[in-house]
């Protein structure tokens, strides 16, 4: 099993703060510092697949594509990239598959087995992923089942600016990255982690953006809505999982 790893823009002296957790039924996890679980109760997988998957029209968009970049707000149990690679080895020719996403506070170990122990369907997906955990503050360039995860331990907020279009010139320190194809928006609740849903973040998450890029979110909530439009998203409301009436997909205009 390959596992590489590469920490840069790691700010100094950072400590890395495991969340406290709870475990509900099920084995779902609930951050205590947020009182908010990471996935539904009534079935995280399949909840990944209706909210990120098809509300990203994927995987149909995956076919006749050489390489495919997602961005995620919230890596959490790392569920949702688990579940993108179990859709992604499904295919007959795979894109290559780079997937950034956010943490601010990273599972440890034993935690990340525990809440992916809940789902055997990952199968080796989730040894493969925990061969290659332990991330640093800053930047980490993991291998996991052939994919690229960019991690960035830390506050989204600050993160993103690190993060440049490979198009762009004058690079610098910056970590270049191609243009995003569709972002999986996956804050704790609004009402509990404003600063995942925040106007300026999104604003540079839209920059990211590559010209057909989409986004889902489970949320429908009314300013979340609006900081979207306000970042050049043109949104649309569509059923939610598992009884929820509504979230939200949304495409760069
Ligand atoms: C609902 S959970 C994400 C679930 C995840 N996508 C999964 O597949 O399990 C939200 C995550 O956002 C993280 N988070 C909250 N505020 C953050 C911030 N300002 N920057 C980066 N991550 C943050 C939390 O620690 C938590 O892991």
Known sequence: MSASRQEQNKPANTPVEAPNLEWLEGEVPRAEGFDDTYFSKAGGLEETRHVFLAGNRLPERFSARERFTIAEFGFGTGLNFLTTLL???????????????????PMNTDQLA????????????????????????????LEVAGAELLLGIGDARKLIDQLKLNA???????????PVDAWYLDGFSPAKNPQLWDADLLKAAAKLTGSDGTLATYT??????????????????????????????????
């Open 87 to 105: 859709a992604i080895e499904k295919l007959e020719r795979p894109p290559k598959l780079t997937f950034v996403s956010f943490e601010l506070h």
């Open 114 to 141: 525990r809440a992916l122990g809940a789902f055997p369907e990952l199968g080796e997906l989730t040894s493969k992923l925990l061969s290659a955990w332990g991330p640093e503050p800053g930047w980490n360039r």
């Open 168 to 178: 762009v010139e004058g690079k610098g320190e910056a970590l270049m990255i191609a």
């Open 220 to 253: 429908s909530a009314g300013w979340v809505r609006r900081n979207l439009q306000a970042a050049g998203f043109v949104i649309e409301k569509v059923s939610g999982f598992a009884g929820k009436r509504e979230m939200v997909i949304g495409q760069k205009s």
